[in-house]
């Protein structure tokens, strides 16, 4: 198979990095094999991309809004029409099923551009009478150069998910996607080129954390990060963006908790359960990877849950019947059957799964793992309080509201939980004694944008979506003018 080299891309123009002839491989998780080099990006690169985004800004921050969102709507309406190609690629690159990086991935990738194409002309800002003494009205402008880093596991949708509400508001961005996942956002750069997006808004340097994504971090002329990935680099990157005071958006992981009452609809909670615990591999950070099932209905639950989870479908990943793909690299797979085996020391049963899983072929290299659902673990034990971030669930009886309330808030993370019950009275109470950013009640990662989106605790800072990624995204003032 022939092997993709990437160059960055800066001030509209794809170039090799100043670091010659240094790139990091990026395999392909299904094979094992390296399908893609991306260069290994240092301080340079970004510094020449920092000055590309600033010289872009003076006339991007400029344009009426009504002219950016065209362009928004033209790169949403290109994305879709190769919505194919970038799923495929996306596929080779994360390891995820053609299924899921169809529908989602790309298709909500489209829809990020297209969604905040259409909310940059009808944001409203407030307006304030104090009765004969004064109007207040708020001005909006945008902060600058953005850097915006973004990890694995939703390439290109967590990515546009940052571009589209950043560049809506007038600002320019230097981006630093993953170095296991850089493919798609190498090939949106063509989407920019032909949408005529103007050289320097969008600048994107690949590489390291280490490396380019430190440099972004600490850069003195970016001062706006927004980042997604792992709880510990997001902590240093806290800690790194100091010095320069920088806006901060952090949306870290989760360990989120998924409530099972006896009284839910019980063909439903099952059905999304499987899902909310295996889909893209586990790989998502809203996974309700600790599940809590009322003790009168647990075993009825294990009896329904565990051969559907077992029969899920392991293999090819570009198979529409696959259920299951690879995880994203070898690295992380690891991570992943070393909970397994901690669960075991730790005295879980494992009621299926709990191994890599080999394939044939040109697959018996691929990073997958079998769906592993684990019980006869305490809550407070570690599987089942650290994020996994793989196919890895583990299910846990409670006796009443209140046990299942105190096991959901008892984790260091915060970000979202699922709660099932056909009494609206008790979802309600549920819900709002959770402290997390989002419950979803009888349902799961359904998204309405216009909604605030984020995670307490460990899982982050800030909020995105809609009015909230606006907010993030530029400068408030308030104007007071006198009546008198
Ligand atoms: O993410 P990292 P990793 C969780 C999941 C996973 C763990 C670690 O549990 O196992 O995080 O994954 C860039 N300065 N999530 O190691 O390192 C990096 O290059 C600036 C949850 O892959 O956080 C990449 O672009 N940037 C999560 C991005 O940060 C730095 C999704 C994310 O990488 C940097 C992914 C630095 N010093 C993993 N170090 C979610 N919330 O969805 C790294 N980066």
């Not at 615990?277 to 586990?282: A, E, L, R, V």
Request: negative net charge; glycine residues 8%; charged residues 20%.
């Amino acid at each position: 198979m022939s092997v993709t080299v990437l160059q960055n891309f800066i001030d509209g123009e794809f170039v090799n990095s100043v670091n010659t002839g240094q790139y990091i491989d990026s395999h392909n998780p299904a094979t094992g094999k390296v399908h893609v080099k991306i260069p290994d990006s240092t301080k340079a690169d970004v510094n020449n991309a920092v000055e590309a985004a600033q010289a872009a800004f003076k006339t991007w921050s400029k344009l009426p809004r009504t002219r950016r969102s065209n362009f928004l709507y033209r790169i949403a309406d290109i994305l879709e029409s190769r919505l194919k190609e970038f799923a495929e690629a996306e596929v080779r690159d994360q390891g995820k099923t053609i299924t899921f990086a169809t529908n989602v991935d790309i298709n909500r990738s489209v829809y990020n551009f297209r969604y905040f194409a259409g909310h940059v002309l009808h944001a409203e800002e407030k307006v304030g009478q104090l009765d004969g003494v004064a109007m207040s009205y708020v001005q909006r402008w945008p902060v600058g150069v953005a850097g915006l880093i973004s990890p694995w596991n939703l390439p290109l949708y967590l990515l546009t998910w940052k571009i589209a509400p950043c560049i809506a508001s007038g600002n320019t961005c230097v981006c630093k996607p993953s170095e296991f996942t850089s493919l798609t956002a190498y090939m949106l750069c063509s989407v920019f080129k032909e949408a005529g997006l103007p050289n320097g808004v969008v600048n994107m340097v690949f590489g390291s954390g280490q490396s380019a994504g430190e440099a972004l971090v600490t850069h003195p002329n970016v001062p706006l990060i927004s980042f997604t990935g792992g709880t510990v680099t997001g902590k240093h990157i806290m800690a790194s963006s100091v010095k320069h005071m920088k806006k901060l958006s952090l949306e870290l992981g989760g360990k989120n908790a998924n409530i099972i009452f006896d009284d839910c609809n019980f063909e439903q909670a099952v059905e999304t359960s499987i899902r909310s615990s295996f889909w893209n591999q586990g790989e998502i950070c809203l996974c309700g990877s600790r599940i809590f099932v009322q003790e009168t209905i647990y075993q009825k639950f294990l009896d329904a849950f565990i051969p559907k989870a077992r029969d899920l479908v392991v293999g090819d990943p570009n198979d529409s019947k696959t259920f299951v793909g690879a995880l994203n690299n070898l690295k992380h797979m690891e991570k992943v059957l070393m909970y397994i085996d901690l669960a075991r020391q730790e005295g879980g049963v494992i009621e299926c799964g709990g191994s890599r899983k080999i394939l044939q072929g040109e697959l018996s290299e691929g990073y997958f793992v079998e769906p592993t659902v684990i019980t006869g673990l305490p809550p407070t034990s570690r599987v089942a309080q650290e994020e996994i971030f793989g196919p890895v669930v583990t299910v846990h009886p409670f006796t009443d509201e209140q046990q299942a309330i105190d096991y959901a808030n008892d984790s260091p993370y915060g970000l979202s939980c699922s709660v099932w019950s056909e009494n609206d009275r008790r979802a309600r109470r549920v819900s709002e004694s959770i402290q997390v950013g989002t419950v979803w009640v009888n349902c799961w990662l359904i998204r309405d944008l216009r909604m605030p989106f984020g995670g307490t605790k460990a899982s982050g800072l800030g909020r995105e979506g809609a009015d909230y990624s606006m907010d993030f995204f530029t400068e408030l003032k308030t104007i007071c003018l006198a009546n008198f």
